[in-house]
Nanobody, 115 residues
Framework: QVQLVESGGGLVQAGGSLRLSCAAS????????MGWYRQAPGKQRELVAR???????NYADSVKGRFTISRDNAKNTVYLQMNSLKPEDTGHYYC?????????WGKGILVTVSS
């Protein structure tokens, strides 16, 4: 009943920028916290950033100052602006939405940062 569709992934050179988008639909409201996780092959999934409906944000130390999460509640969309990308940022990025303690996940999109 909850669908998350990510877009904006792809290949980018180190130092470049990329913006991910995630459109949510279904049984949701504008108060749902949303966020982004990522996972490199063979590694654990980690939280990249999250944002509440009120705009409060939290970032992983590895991306703080380079990534910016934002949301448009009217469009039920969350964004992740990624600047100064590094090869270490490579991985699958997953959009998430929290609804009464239940986490919903998008299918994920691949971000590849080349040297």
């Amino acid at each position: 009943q909850v669908q998350l569709v990510e877009s904006g992934g792809g290949l980018v050179q180190a130092g470049g920028s990329l913006r991910l988008s995630c459109a949510a639909s279904g049984s949701i409201s504008s108060t749902n916290p949303m966020g982004w996780y990522r996972q490199a092959p063979g590694k654990q999934r980690e939280l990249v950033a999250r944002i509440t409906s009120g705009g409060r944000t939290n970032y992983a130390d590895s991306v703080k100052g380079r990534f910016t999460i934002s949301r448009d509640n009217a469009k039920n969309t969350v964004y992740l602006q990624m600047n100064s990308l590094k090869p270490e940022d490579t991985g699958h990025y997953y959009c998430t939405l929290a609804n009464y303690g239940v986490d919903y996940w998008g299918k994920g999109i691949l971000v590849t940062v080349s040297s």
